[in-house]
């Protein structure tokens, strides 16, 4: 199976900061990659996918970018709404779907 | 409005058998293919298994391989998941997602559901 690993597993900023949060491929992906945003008791939230396109409605402060083994994800102004987890996901062809540890993004 | 509706979840002894259930509404089920993601307690997600939309087709992590079976039923707009052999580290979130093609293949999950609780002890 392929390993996803993100880093870091926590990180602390401000409101306005600029954050980034990585995720790597132990081979590689091509673009076949996403991020959702996980608040506490609740489901996960598409944000990305194809390792840079913004799904419908999310705010255009998040970006990302990547292929094949290294990706990230780019706050550019962290909000008090975006306090939260965030999980890549990888979904290369006939492999089973694997996803990141997760990154906590918690407020400094 | 697009959603999806788990339920079934609840409690049950090692090696029992648990069935859940997600309906679908706001698209045309039938052309999309769907998947369970779960989570256990302050851990992160793992995918447990997907179908697609139109033949069936299914996949299932190693994990859950030979206990979980997957299934859809076009005409309610509903998708199974039959879970037997039940075991402690099955307890988790179950969220219910749908895949934006009709295959699950090379495709992510757009919308999910809300997730519902196994827990398995004794």
């Known amino acids: 199976d392929i390993q996803m690993t993100q880093s870091p597993s926590t990180l602390s900023a401000s409101v306005g900061d600029r954050v980034t949060i990585t995720c790597r491929a132990s081979?590689?992906?091509?673009?076949?990659l996403a991020w959702y945003q996980q608040k506490p008791g609740k489901a996960p939230k598409l944000l990305i996918y194809?390792?840079?396109s913004l799904e419908n409605g999310v705010p255009s402060r998040f970006s990302g970018s990547g292929s094949a083994t290294e990706f990230t994800l780019t706050i550019s102004s962290l909000q008090p709404d975006d306090f939260a987890t965030y999980y890549c996901?990888?979904?290369?062809?006939?492999?089973?779907?694997?996803f990141g540890q997760g990154t906590k993004v918690e407020i400094k | 409005e697009v959603q999806v509706l788990e339920s079934g979840g609840g409690l049950v002894q090692p090696g029992g058998s648990l069935r859940l259930s997600c309906v679908a509404s706001?698209?045309?089920?039938?052309?999309?293919?769907m998947s369970w993601v779960r989570q256990a307690p302050g851990k992160g997600l793992e995918w447990v298994s997907a179908?697609?939309?139109?033949?069936?087709?299914?996949y299932y992590a190693d994990s859950v391989k030979g206990r979980f079976t997957l299934s859809r039923d076009n005409s309610k707009n509903t998708l199974y998941l039959e879970m037997n052999s039940l075991r402690a580290e099955d307890t988790a979130v179950y969220y219910c997602?749908?895949?934006?093609?009709?295959?699950?293949?090379?495709?992510?999950?757009?919308?999910w559901g809300k997730g519902t609780t196994v827990t398995v002890s004794s």
């Open positions: 997602a749908k895949v934006p093609s009709s295959s699950w293949n090379m495709y992510y999950m757009d919308v």
């Open positions: 706001g698209f045309t089920f039938n052309n999309f293919a």
């Open positions: 179908i697609s939309a139109s033949t069936g087709s299914t």
């Open positions: 081979q590689s992906i091509s673009r076949w």
């Open positions: 194809e390792a840079s």
């Open positions: 996901q990888q979904y290369n062809s006939y492999s089973p779907w694997t």
